[in-house]
């Protein structure tokens, strides 16, 4: 069975976020793992669109969110999360923040992408010419990269897809490589 039939049968043909039933799609929610089914949503083009830019957010049509944000589904909590956070300033968005639990899992799942942090204190991931990384882009290896605990290396031209970045440290971000997960310093790629 297809990943939007599944979410499509999960949401009952509506947004899982504002319960619009027109022009929904599949919405992977960064940075994603391996389970696709339960690290996306079915969202409307509304919402994925002031997802993906902040700057065409309304802030009155997240509101939703009163609802949304207690949603069974991690993927949907995540988004209630950092749409929020985004948006914390408002005033009642604060006010649902604060009455959100996430468990440990889901609130670093919310915080990977660096949603709700002030700007000044915010890493900023950058590869070897100074391009900014974010969660989801491919890069390209500069150099062959010896793995440690392992005997494999890294080829130099290597792709990896769909990093995920350390929000820790700005200098590493992790990715797979020949089907291992591993740590990869920025140094040491290339945005795609």
């Known amino acids: 069975m297809s990943i939007e039939r599944e979410l499509r049968k999960r949401s009952e043909n509506k947004c899982e976020l504002c319960s619009n039933e027109e022009n929904l799609s599949v919405y992977v929610v960064q940075p994603s793992k391996d389970d696709e089914l339960k690290e996306s949503v079915l969202a409307c083009n509304t919402c994925i669109t002031q997802i993906e830019d902040g ?14 944000m207690w949603s069974e589904q991690a993927a949907v909590q995540v ?5 929020l956070s985004r948006l914390r300033k408002e005033g009642w968005p604060q006010d649902l923040l604060d009455m959100m639990y996430l ?18 204190d915010k890493i900023i991931h950058r590869d070897s010419n100074g391009v900014i990384l974010n969660a989801g882009d491919s890069v390209v290896l500069i150099k062959d990269l010896p793995v440690k605990g392992s005997s494999m290396i890294a080829k130099r031209g290597t ?6 970045l350390d929000h820790e440290n700005a200098e590493y971000i992790e990715g797979k490589v020949d089907g291992q997960q591993i740590v990869i310093i920025t140094k040491y790629v290339k945005k795609i």
């Not at 700057?55 to 949304?68: A, F, G, I, P, Y």
Request: glycine share 4%.
């Open 103 to 120: 468990d440990e899992d889901t609130l670093a799942w919310a915080q990977a992408t660096g949603e709700g942090e002030d700007p000044e």
């Open 55 to 68: 700057e065409q957010t309304e802030v009155n049509h997240w509101r939703c969110l009163n609802d949304s």
């Open 159 to 164: 792709a990896v897809r769909r990093v995920s």
């Open 79 to 83: 988004i209630a999360w950092r749409m």
